[in-house]
């Protein structure tokens, strides 16, 4: 390998020093390599949470102390995080739980007649929260190229018509790592009237973002992917379709008044702002954690961030691309951009069996199966079906097709160079020597058999 090996030290994370068993009975450094799903929070966040936990109140409309301070913490997380997207004069930050939740709440938001456009390419979060009544939803073909990308959606808008349309579209695709043409995707979005919603769930935490510059209407993100512990999302952007819907959920908080009518009904004014959407007592430490998280990012510098993990990239592409039998999957090519997420299928092998093999035998944590993304995936591996194996595949496919599935290996800001070396030699190893022990399913998961 040709890569340069002089990686900066990773970001400070929890979880770095847990040992794990192995099948053998050894213990061994945890090699978290799982990011896209959920990043292990920094150790920064933790300590700032645990320095505001004694002074945890109630938030808005408190008199006591600790309520005022919460509530400033609260509001004053908001602004961290409006200055973290770079948004524009008039743009507002909805704290919600996760990407799934901001997507939703965009959904129902989305004016009655409006034609909502997206690739299939997308994960289910940003797939399927479209397909509710009053909406028609164009899925759009998987593009092989950003031009090919571009094109498709120019065609498509062209024919659209008058009326209300809103593009949903990934930074990052959680299943390949590559970048897509937000920009450019965005320039077209509006020169049709079409506006646009980023999902930056896997963009976020690896690149600096700014609203501003790309042009997009919503950014969606989730704090447990963004280095912050679970529980907090944020949809970020224009306020006009916001505030003409209907709350996301109707309760305190989201009301100016409630006033009984003479008939006996309830009269609403519903606030206005991200109060509107924030009914309920808000989750205050988790979006301080959001918070934290991005003051983080943002003094550690990306360029520095974007940087390391190019190398982390290589050192993983090079190392697979070394392995005749293993198979990187693409959208737009080998020399595509990503970020840190491959996913990749084994000749051989069942991808469920290999993720397995590389947690019991090695203590490295991947994932395994069509991540959410069951379109794109089954678009990259063709239809081609995984090798028989005794564990079969965690998630269900669909008729006719016994085994479709991939492993994916995620990584970001807090990854060792060491787990990512690990990792590329305990695959190395496994396809020339196969696995030391035997597995089986157990409850739809492939696990070592530890029977004797």
Same mark, same amino acid.
């Given at each position: 390998?040709?890569?340069? /090996?002089?990686?900066?030290?990773?970001?400070?994370?929890? *979880?770095?020093?847990?040992?794990?068993?192995?099948?053998?009975?050894?213990?061994?450094?945890?090699?978290?390599?799982?990011?896209?799903?959920?990043?292990?929070?920094?150790?920064?966040?933790?300590?700032?949470?645990?320095?505001?936990?004694?002074?945890?109140?109630?938030?808005?409309?408190?008199?006591?102390?600790?309520?005022?301070?919460?509530?400033? %913490?609260?509001?004053?997380?908001?602004?961290?995080?409006?200055?973290?997207?770079?948004?524009?004069?008039?743009?507002?930050?909805?704290?919600?739980?996760?990407?799934?939740?901001?997507?939703?709440?965009?959904?129902?938001?989305?004016?009655?007649?409006?034609?909502? =456009?997206?690739?299939?390419?997308?994960?289910?979060?940003?797939?399927?929260?479209?397909?509710?009544? $009053?909406?028609?939803?164009?899925?759009?073909?998987?593009?092989?190229?950003?031009?090919?990308?571009?094109?498709?959606?120019?065609?498509?808008?062209?024919?659209?018509?008058?009326?209300?349309?809103?593009?949903?579209?990934?930074?990052?695709?959680?299943?390949?790592?590559?970048?897509?043409?937000?920009?450019?995707?965005?320039?077209?979005?509006?020169?049709?009237?079409?506006?646009?919603?980023?999902?930056?769930?896997?963009?976020?935490?690896?690149?600096?973002?700014?609203?501003?510059?790309?042009?997009?209407?919503? /950014?969606? =993100?989730?704090?447990?992917?963004?280095?912050?512990? =679970?529980?907090? $999302?944020?949809?970020?952007?224009?306020?006009?379709?916001?505030?003409?819907?209907?709350?996301?959920?109707?309760? *305190?908080?989201?009301?100016?008044?409630?006033?009984?009518?003479?008939?006996?009904?309830?009269?609403?004014?519903?606030?206005?702002?991200?109060?509107?959407?924030?009914?309920?007592?808000?989750?205050?430490?988790?979006?301080?954690?959001?918070?934290?998280?991005?003051?983080?990012?943002?003094?550690?510098?990306?360029?520095?961030?974007?940087?390391?993990?190019?190398? %982390?990239?290589?050192?993983?592409?090079?190392?697979?691309?070394?392995?005749?039998?293993?198979?990187?999957?693409?959208?737009?090519?080998?020399?595509?951009?990503?970020?840190?997420?491959?996913?990749?299928?084994?000749?051989?092998?069942?991808?469920?069996?290999?993720?397995?093999? %590389?947690?019991?035998?090695?203590?490295? $944590?991947?994932?395994?199966?069509?991540?959410?993304?069951?379109?794109?995936?089954?678009?990259?591996?063709?239809?081609?079906?995984?090798?028989?194996?005794?564990? $079969?595949?965690?998630?269900?496919?669909?008729?006719?097709?016994?085994?479709?599935?991939?492993?994916?290996?995620?990584?970001?800001?807090?990854?060792?160079?060491?787990?990512?070396?690990?990792?590329?030699?305990?695959?190395?190893?496994?396809?020339?020597?196969?696995?030391?022990?035997?597995?089986?399913?157990?409850?739809?998961?492939?696990?070592?058999?530890?029977?004797?």
């Amino acid at each position: 390998m040709s890569v340069s /090996v002089d990686i900066c030290a990773p970001l400070a994370v929890l *979880g770095s020093d847990v040992q794990v068993p192995l099948v053998s009975g050894e213990k061994v450094a945890y090699a978290a390599l799982d990011y896209a799903a959920s990043s292990p929070a920094l150790q920064r966040v933790w300590d700032d949470v645990a320095a505001y936990a004694p002074y945890y109140g109630s938030v808005h409309r408190g008199a006591g102390y600790l309520s005022q301070l919460s509530t400033d %913490l609260f509001e004053q997380s908001r602004r961290t995080v409006e200055e973290f997207l770079d948004l524009r004069e008039g743009d507002q930050v909805v704290f919600t739980r996760a990407t799934t939740d901001s997507l939703n709440l965009l959904a129902g938001a989305v004016p009655a007649g409006t034609r909502v =456009f997206a690739f299939e390419t997308e994960h289910h979060a940003s797939l399927l929260p479209w397909r509710r009544e $009053g909406l028609t939803v164009s899925y759009l073909r998987a593009p092989r190229s950003h031009d090919e990308a571009v094109l498709r959606l120019e065609e498509a808008l062209a024919g659209a018509g008058q009326g209300p349309k809103l593009l949903c579209v990934t930074g990052a695709s959680n299943v390949t790592g590559e970048l897509w043409p937000v920009a450019e995707l965005t320039a077209v979005a509006h020169r049709y009237g079409a506006r646009v919603v980023l999902d930056a769930a896997q963009l976020a935490p690896h690149h600096r973002l700014s609203v501003r510059e790309l042009g997009v209407d919503w /950014v969606a =993100f989730s704090g447990h992917k963004l280095y912050a512990p =679970f529980g907090a $999302g944020v949809l970020a952007g224009r306020s006009d379709w916001l505030d003409a819907a209907e709350p996301y959920l109707a309760g *305190g908080g989201a009301s100016r008044t409630v006033a009984r009518e003479a008939d006996g009904s309830v009269a609403v004014e519903w606030q206005l702002g991200p109060a509107r959407h924030e009914a309920g007592s808000p989750n205050v430490i988790g979006a301080y954690a959001v918070a934290s998280a991005c003051r983080a990012l943002t003094e550690a510098g990306f360029e520095a961030l974007e940087a390391r993990e190019q190398q %982390l990239i290589s050192l993983v592409r090079e190392g697979l691309a070394s392995i005749p039998e293993v198979k990187v999957l693409s959208l737009f090519g080998a020399d595509a951009e990503r970020v840190g997420v491959l996913s990749f299928v084994v000749e051989g092998w069942n991808s469920s069996h290999f993720s397995a093999a %590389l947690s019991a035998e090695y203590g490295i $944590g991947v994932r395994d199966g069509l991540f959410c993304a069951h379109p794109l995936v089954r678009t990259l591996l063709g239809g081609e079906e995984a090798a028989p194996s005794e564990c $079969g595949a965690p998630e269900a496919s669909l008729p006719g097709e016994r085994s479709l599935n991939a492993i994916r290996v995620s990584f970001g800001a807090g990854t060792p160079v060491e787990h990512v070396e690990r990792f590329v030699a305990a695959v190395r190893e496994l396809v020339a020597d196969g696995a030391k022990w035997t597995y089986r399913n157990e409850g739809g998961r492939c696990v070592a058999d530890t029977r004797r």
